[in-house]
C-alpha cells in the first residue's frame, strides 16, 4: 500500500497523472502532438479544442520530466491554455477538467499554502467540469482522489485548511470518495486507475477483501493507457498486503 502522503501531494497525482485522471497520448508521440497544438494556437487562439488538448499534451510532458524546473514550467504552461480554454468555452466539460487536471500537478511543485489554495481550485474546477458533463469519469475520479485524501488530513494541514476553506471542508469523506469512484466504473468501467483507487479507498477503510477484489479487477482489465502496466504492478503490491491484513484479521476472530 502507498504510503499516505498528506492530501495536497497525492491529490494530482491525482490529478492527472493525475490521475492520472487524462488520457495520455503515446509518448512517442508527445513532442510531435505539442508543435502541432501549439501551432494550431498560435494561428487561432480560439481554438477551444487546441487549447485543452495543449494542456492535456503539456501535463503528459511534464509526468516525463526528471528536472524539477522544467516539470514546472511546463505545468506552469498547462494551466494557462487550461485557463484560455474554460474563458473560451466556460460551458464544456473539458477545459474546466484540464485546469483542475494541471493545476493539481502544479500543487506539486509549491508548498505550503499555496498548494492548498491550489486543491481548492482542483475540486472547484473537477466539480464544474461535473456539472457540465456529468459522464465525465476523469473529473469524477479526480473528485474521489480529493474526497479521500481531504478526509485524512494531518492535524497540520487541517490548521492550514482552516485559513484555505475556512475549515476542513465538510462532507469529505471516503464514503464519498467510493461513490465518486463507482460513478466513474460506471461511466467508464475498463479504466484501469478507475479500479486500483476504489481499492486504495478501500484499504483505507480497513475493507480488505473488497480491496482486493477491486485489485484483481484491476488486473483482469486489458491495458488502453501507458501508465497502465504502473497501475497493475501497484494492484499486485496492494493485493500482497491485503491478504496479510486479512489473514490477521482472521486470526484475530479465531482468538
Known sequence: MRSRIPFLVPLCALCVALALA?????????AAEKASLAAAVQ???????AQWNLARVLIDLGNQESDGDRMKSLYEEAVTHARAAVAL???????HHYLAASVGKLALTVGGKQKIELSKEVRDEAQKAVACDPD?????????????????LSPVLKLAAKVVYGGVPQGASDEKAVA???EAIRINPQHVNHRLE??????????????IAEFETALSL??????????????????????????????????
Request: proline share 5%; charged share 35%.
Open 22 to 30: 487524462t488520457p495520455a497520448a503515446a509518448s512517442g508521440d508527445l
Open 43 to 49: 494561428a487561432n487562439p480560439g481554438d477551444y479544442a
Open 89 to 95: 468555452q466556460p460551458g464544456d466539460t473539458w477545459g
Open 136 to 152: 465525465n469519469d476523469r473529473s469524477h475520479h479526480i473528485l474521489g482522489r480529493w474526497n479521500r485524501e481531504v478526509s485524512h
Open 180 to 182: 465518486e469512484f463507482k
Open 198 to 211: 476504489l481499492g486504495i479507498t478501500y484499504m483505507e477503510m480497513k475493507q480488505f477483501e473488497a480491496a
Open 222 to 255: 486489458p491495458d488502453a493507457d501507458p501508465n497502465d502496466a504502473r497501475y497493475k504492478a501497484e494492484a499486485r503490491e496492494n493485493i500482497r498486503v491485503c491478504e496479510k491484513k486479512v489473514d490477521r484479521q482472521n486470526e484475530k476472530r479465531r482468538h
